[in-house]
Structure formats: structure tokens, C-alpha cells
Nanobody, 124 residues
């Protein structure tokens, strides 16, 4: 069993930056794909970014390419999401997720474990 806990959310003005962290516990996630999803009010959860277990294979939603960077530290059992040039459309609850699949996956049904989420609000 894997427990995931996100941190780093908050309120930021458009154009600003935030760095989300996700700490895993229960077992090592070094061989898991770790991903980030988000859910805006009234909308379905959507994929944001993911990093394969070695970190060399990353995948991004088109809406965040060039602005967000996903990275991981397997020694610390953590994954991060650096978010730059934030826009009001990035507002939502951000969830960390872990998948047993070796390659980065953009589909939420392929993820086995989920955190509780952290709120990100971008003001205009």
C-alpha cells in the first residue's frame, strides 16, 4: 500500500510560480510512474504531468507544456511539480498519483494510488 501526501499549494497571482511536492510512504515508489492531475470546480479531473520511474520519460498535457516541470527524487520517495507562468485556468485541486506501469501514463484509471489533493488558486 502507498500513501501519498501533497503540499505546496496556495494562492498566487497570474504570472507567478508555485512548487508542489508529493511525499510517498508505505513502500518505495522508485519503480512507479508518478503523476499529477488536477480538477477545477465543475470540471472533470484532468492529467497534468507524469514522470516514469527513472524520471527520464516525462509527459505533459498540452496546456502546461513549457510552463510546468515534473521531477522526482527516488531517494526521498518524492515527486515535484514546478509550475511557472501560472494562469487563472490552472486553478484547481492538484492530486499526486502513483501507477505501477513503467511508462508515464496520462489516464487516471491507470493510477493505483492517490493523494488527498492540494488547492492551487491563481488570481487574475
Amino acid at each position: 500500500q502507498v500513501q501519498l501526501e501533497e503540499s505546496g499549494g496556495g494562492l498566487v497571482q497570474a504570472g507567478g510560480s508555485l512548487r508542489l511536492s508529493c511525499a510517498a510512504s508505505g513502500r518505495t515508489v522508485s519503480t512507479f510512474t508518478l503523476g499529477w492531475f488536477r480538477q477545477a470546480p465543475g470540471k472533470e479531473r484532468e492529467f497534468v504531468a507524469a514522470a516514469s520511474w527513472k524520471g527520464g520519460n516525462t509527459y505533459y498535457a498540452d496546456s502546461v507544456k513549457g510552463r510546468f516541470t515534473v521531477s522526482r527524487d527516488n531517494a526521498k520517495n518524492e515527486v515535484y511539480l514546478q509550475m511557472n507562468i501560472l494562469e487563472p485556468g490552472d486553478t484547481g485541486v492538484y492530486y499526486c498519483a502513483a501507477s505501477g506501469l513503467v511508462a508515464a501514463q496520462p489516464y487516471d484509471y491507470e493510477y493505483d494510488y492517490w493523494g488527498q489533493g492540494t488547492q492551487v488558486t491563481v488570481s487574475s
